[in-house]
C-alpha cells in the first residue's frame, strides 16, 4: 500500500512539473499528510515533496497552521 501511494504521488509530481506555470509558486506536501507547506516546516521532516501550489488546491491539500503557506487568491 505505502509503495503504491509513494507511486501516484511521484506520477503526481512528475506531472506537475510538466504542467507548471513558469514563475508558479511552489509548495510542499508529505506522503500521508493532507496540509501543503512552506520548505521550513517542522512537518516536512519525514517527506517532502516538491510541487505548485495550483496542483496541491486542485489535488485537496489544505495550508498547513504552523508555517503559513501562500494561499491561491479568486
Not at 39 to 68: D, F, H, T
Request: one cysteine or more; aromatic letters at 6%; glycine letters at 6%.
Amino acid at each position: 500500500m505505502k509503495r503504491r501511494v509513494s507511486v501516484v504521488i511521484l506520477l503526481l509530481f512528475a506531472l506537475s512539473l510538466v504542467f507548471a506555470a513558469p514563475g508558479s509558486t511552489i509548495v510542499f506536501i508529505t506522503k500521508t499528510g493532507a496540509k501543503y507547506h512552506q520548505a521550513g516546516c517542522s512537518s516536512l521532516r519525514k517527506s517532502k515533496i516538491q510541487i505548485p501550489l495550483s496542483e496541491a488546491v486542485r489535488l485537496g491539500y489544505e495550508p498547513c497552521k504552523l508555517c503559513n503557506p501562500p494561499v491561491l487568491t479568486k
